[in-house]
């Protein structure tokens, strides 16, 4: 949020520099893609939204398994079942 808050504030400015507000969005794109495809950075912000769950009282995993939509059963049965993979939470946003 703070990245897009950076934006945010300089496009609302009284003057605009229309060069230095396309600069600005392009570095921000730039920054949020390596964020996006950092799989260490995902790692820590699910990590601290963890720890802040914890102390607001909010179990993920109760959570996840409430508001997320279930598995459609497969058309076949499955001969293997030892081959199915069951999605937690952890695996669902990695």
């Excluded at 600069?23 to 963890?50: A, C, F, M, P």
């Excluded at 720890?51 to 499955?78: H, M, Q, T, V, Y």
Aim: aromatic content about 8%.
């Amino acid at each position: 949020m703070a990245t897009t808050n950076a934006l945010t504030c300089e496009f609302q400015k009284k003057k605009l520099d229309l060069a230095t507000a396309a600069e600005t969005l392009e570095k921000t794109i730039q920054l949020l893609d390596l964020e996006r495809n950092d799989d260490d950075n995902l790692r820590r912000i699910l990590s601290v939204s963890e720890n802040f769950a914890k102390k607001i009282d909010i179990d993920l995993d109760e959570e996840f398994s409430i508001k997320r939509r279930g598995r459609r059963p497969p058309r076949r049965i499955d001969e293997n079942p030892q081959t199915t993979h069951v999605f937690s939470r952890y695996f669902f946003f990695t």
